[in-house]
């Protein structure tokens, strides 16, 4: 490869790669189906959400108004690290592949929170379809152990 070349082939090398990486925690196409991130001054109510150790949400089924803005606070009640992540199922389940390749991935998209042991977080979130929206903790072992979850989604 000629020097010249090489000064462009690597910067748009590079920026494929980052752009392929981004897409895969990024919201693009699955915000349309379920939403997009809320504005904290429009949220209608506040959803607690416990995780525990028994690798179950408690409120694993929210009800919720399409065009409704949520937030979710999610707690830790256990000892391990858990996370809530909101997702289609399908894109949950391919989530939870990479997570079991990576289990130190770390969130900072807007539809999901990492929660360490006795913490809390938040995810504001508003829900623009009817429909269902689907949750799930991705940490390895925890989506298989039946750590999901479901938002209803009522047509207004």
């Known amino acids: 490869m000629k020097p010249r070349k090489f000064l462009f082939v690597v910067p748009a090398l590079l920026l494929s790669l980052s752009a392929m990486a981004s897409g895969s925690h990024g919201g693009g196409h699955t ?83 990492t929660v360490a042991p006795g913490q809390s977080g938040e995810i504001v979130w508003q829900f623009t379809s009817a429909g269902k929206v689907d949750f799930a903790c991705l940490q390895p072992g925890h989506y298989d152990a039946g750590m999901k979850g479901m938002v209803h989604v009522a047509k207004k």
């Open 31 to 113: 915000e349309a189906a379920i939403g997009k991130p809320g504005v904290a001054s429009k949220v209608t109510r506040t959803v607690n959400i416990d995780m525990t150790d028994d690798m179950k949400f408690h409120a694993s089924v929210v009800k919720v108004k399409q065009g409704e803005t949520i937030r979710f606070i999610a707690k830790n009640s256990g000892k391990v690290k858990h996370e809530m992540v909101l997702g289609t199922a399908k894109d949950l389940k391919e989530h939870y592949e990479v997570m079991k390749k990576n289990p130190e991935m770390e969130h900072a998209d807007a539809n999901m929170v």
